[in-house]
Structures are given as structure tokens and as C-alpha cells.
């Protein structure tokens, strides 16, 4: 099986712009969760969707969004840049019934 | 509040001395705990869950539910074993599973 891709693996945006990350799971899996990865903060949870609902959320403010298809693929965006939002974003998904999170190599996301 | 809170951002060890990654959580019932590892230029994958109860790449974690800790444990560290390490907690199996800062784990030649 492929395993979890993210497109575009690499964005330079300026302050102010939005963005939009893509997410293709794993064949079968219905779970797609999204991580900020800061070298201060770690990993942090910023949603989950599940069959195309938003099933978990986590602290980050309402400029951060997304949306999962049909499909299952899912989309992240982020509006009106911050400096701050310079991250790694990682996506996962899991299959049904499962605990165990498959992640994909992530996109690199500058804000200059 | 569901928190974890892994104490070192960096731990240095010599190759064959022992490992201990520290793992201290917070949560109000029986949460689901992992660990998760990334090596340079991988990806995120899971090493090990506490309801398996397994070793692997001889890894061991137990939960100590009256500390609320899942240290993970590593008799003879190996070059190898050098990574990020990343602590994770879930309250159920639809909930979403949050992680600690990490540890970084440089083993020493």
C-alpha cells in the first residue's frame, strides 16, 4: 500500500496570504489528523476529520481549517499568515478501529 | 486537561549504557499511551504501544498508572537508536491523540 502523501512538500508564502496543504491517506483509512510541528512545541493536534466530519479539534484559532472528501483526502488551510505559522505540518490517517497514527512526510511551510 | 510532558529535550548517552526516556502524562481515566519515533529523514512511526505490552528494537515502556508515567527503556543503546522520540496519549480509541514536546536521543560513540 502507498503510504500518507502531502502535498506540496515545500511553500514560501509572505504575511498576510493564505494557503492550502493536501493530504491522500492511506487506501481504506477514514481518519485524517493534522499536526503543527514546531522545534518549541513539538507536535501539536490541530484537527482530525473523520468520514468527512470534523471529529476532534485541538487550541489553534479559526484561521486554521480544513476539510476532508469524499474520498478521504483532506485539505488544510490557513488564512492571513503569521510569521508564526512557519511549521512543519503533518498529516496523518488511521485505519477504522485502529490507534495507531501513519504520518506523512509533511510540508514545509515558510512565512517570510 | 489531557497533557503530556516529556522533562528532557535532549538526552546524551553513551553506546551500550542504559536508556530512560521520561514520559509523565495527565489525563482523568485510563488513557491509551504510546511512543512514537522519528529518525533523521524519516518519517513519524510508531515504536511501541503500552497495551501491547511488546519490545521492540528492544524498547520497552510500562505504564505506572500511580506515577502517571510511561518511561521508556532501553537496556544497551545502540548508534542506531539515535532520534527524536515522541511521547503520545489517547483517551479512547475515536479521541484524538495528542503528543509530548519530544526527546531528543543522541547516543554517543
Known amino acids: 500500500k ?23 491517506p492511506i487506501s481504506g483509512h477514514r481518519s485524517v ?43 488544510m488551510n490557513v488564512s492571513t499568515l503569521e510569521l508564526g505559522d512557519s511549521a512543519l505540518y503533518l498529516c496523518a490517517s488511521r485505519a477504522p478501529s485502529s490507534d495507531t497514527q501513519y504520518f506523512g512526510p509533511g510540508t514545509r511551510l515558510t512565512v517570510l | 486537561a489531557q497533557r503530556v510532558t516529556q522533562p528532557e529535550k535532549l538526552l546524551s548517552v553513551f553506546k551500550g549504557a542504559p536508556v530512560e526516556l521520561k514520559c509523565n502524562y495527565s489525563y482523568s481515566g485510563s488513557p491509551e499511551l504510546f511512543w512514537y519515533v522519528q529518525y533523521s529523514r524519516q518519517r513519524l512511526q510508531l515504536l511501541l504501544r503500552h497495551i501491547s505490552r511488546e519490545s521492540i528494537k528492544g524498547f520497552t515502556a510500562d505504564l505506572n498508572k500511580g506515577e502517571t508515567s510511561f518511561h521508556l527503556k532501553k ?26 514536546k519530544g526527546t531528543r536521543l543522541h547516543i554517543l560513540p
Not at chain 1, 503510504?3 to 509572505?14: A, F
Open chain 1, 2 to 24: 502507498a503510504g500518507v502523501t502531502q502535498t506540496p512538500r515545500y511553500l514560501i508564502k509572505t504575511r498576510g496570504q493564505q494557503v492550502t496543504l493536501s493530504c491522500s
Open chain 1, 33 to 75: 489528523s493534522w499536526y503543527q510541528q514546531t522545534p518549541g512545541q513539538g507536535l501539536q493536534f490541530l484537527f482530525e476529520y473523520f468520514s468527512e466530519t470534523q471529529r476532534n479539534k485541538g487550541n489553534f484559532p479559526g484561521r486554521f481549517s480544513g476539510r476532508q472528501f469524499s474520498n478521504s483526502r483532506s485539505e
Open chain 2, 75 to 100: 537496556p544497551f543503546a545502540q548508534e542506531e537508536d539515535s532520534a527524536m522520540y515522541y511521547c503520545a496519549l489517547s483517551g479512547h480509541r475515536d479521541d484524538k491523540i495528542i503528543f509530548g
